[in-house]
């Protein structure tokens, strides 16, 4: 969908800290939550009878309209990823003919946990001769977190991946012999070895490989720029290119790659914002 001036779209959309009342801002409608979180997916809601905005901008994203099996009405899936700062931020909600429309979200701040640990040299950097294919799988993840097909794959709400307890790492920092990690983009899962893992939502398997540092790796691409992936998997069920449901066995649990015990780890990006998979269950 192409729209006039999207770059000043985004940048109009782009996140406010000022504190006083903006004209034209809405704020306490479209049953949005009263605050979200770093990492957070939220819904916003089209009040009966009022005509589908082409677009809802959001922190430099842009979030199409979706149909849902049970809504009323379209609804747009929108994301806070996991560094967005706290304070206020505005959807900016785009209408065919040009008009538009603001509403006023608080981002709120959320701490994540910090551990850190001193280990062996080799167990923090990785071999020299593998700094290539690391690159390269990065490189692979990336693409397909940027390239999500445009219609939705799915029709309903989600599925959890596993019954078990969510380790609540989303977002933890790792500083490993005083050097700062990337944060942990998903949530960890710990599960008995073939333990079955279920997809959580329809989707296409867009990548089933087998990483340096996530073992046996699936990426499901659910179209609208949602995108799970399932890591250290002992076994893939499911191969490339082929469609799944909501709820389909994929996998199993394993500790393959840089695993010290069997675990599921779930990622999810919504148009690549790192988003925890905690906040998706019961949004629909």
């Given at each position: 969908m192409k729209f006039a001036g999207l770059a000043g779209a985004?940048?109009?959309?782009?996140?406010?800290?000022?504190?006083?009342?903006?004209?034209?801002?809405?704020?306490?409608?479209?049953?949005?939550?009263?605050?979200?979180?770093?990492?957070?997916?939220?819904?916003?809601?089209?009040?009966?009878?009022?005509?589908?905005?082409?677009a809802?901008?959001?922190?430099?994203?842009?979030?199409?309209?979706?149909?849902?099996?049970?809504?009323?009405?379209?609804?747009?899936?929108?994301?806070?990823?996991l560094d967005s700062s706290p304070g206020t931020a505005t959807i900016l909600l785009r209408r065919a003919g040009g008009s538009e429309e603001r509403i006023?979200?608080?981002?709120?701040?959320?701490?994540?946990p910090e551990e850190r640990l001193t280990l062996p040299p080799a167990m923090v950097t990785p071999p020299k001769e593998l700094e290539e294919r690391?690159?390269?799988?990065?490189?692979?993840?990336?693409?397909?977190?940027?390239?999500?097909?445009?219609?939705?794959?799915?029709?309903?709400?989600f599925t959890a991946a596993l019954r078990e307890k969510a380790g609540d790492n989303f977002g933890?920092?790792?500083?490993?012999?005083?050097?700062?990690?990337?944060?942990?983009?998903?949530?960890?899962?710990?599960?008995?070895?073939?333990?079955?893992?279920?997809?959580?939502?329809?989707?296409?398997?867009?990548?089933?490989?087998?990483?340096?540092?996530?073992?046996?790796t699936l990426f499901l691409d659910h179209g609208a720029g949602l995108v799970s992936v399932y890591m250290h998997l002992e076994k893939m069920l499911v191969a490339e290119g082929e469609t799944v449901r909501a709820g389909q066995v994929i996998g199993r649990v394993g500790s393959t790659g840089r695993a010290t015990?069997?675990?599921?780890?779930?990622?999810?990006?919504?148009?690549e914002q790192r988003v925890d998979p905690e906040t998706l269950w019961g949004l629909f």
């Open positions: 985004l940048a109009a959309a782009a996140i406010s800290m000022a504190t006083a009342a903006t004209a034209g801002i809405v704020s306490g409608a479209y049953g949005l939550p009263s605050s979200v979180r770093p990492g957070d997916v939220f819904v916003l809601r089209l009040p009966a009878g009022q005509p589908s905005p082409e809802a901008l959001f922190l430099e994203k842009s979030y199409p309209p979706l149909s849902v099996l049970g809504e009323k009405g379209p609804v747009f899936l929108i994301g806070v990823d006023r979200v608080t981002i709120k701040k959320r701490v994540f690391i690159a390269s799988e990065q490189a692979r993840a990336a693409e397909i977190y940027r390239t999500s097909v445009a219609a939705k794959l799915w029709d309903r709400g933890r920092r790792r500083i490993l012999n005083d050097i700062p990690k990337s944060p942990h983009t998903g949530q960890d899962y710990t599960a008995p070895a073939g333990t079955p893992v279920r997809a959580v939502a329809g989707g296409k398997v867009r990548l089933a490989a087998d990483f340096y540092y996530s073992g046996l015990g069997p675990h599921l780890h779930l990622g999810v990006r919504l148009f």
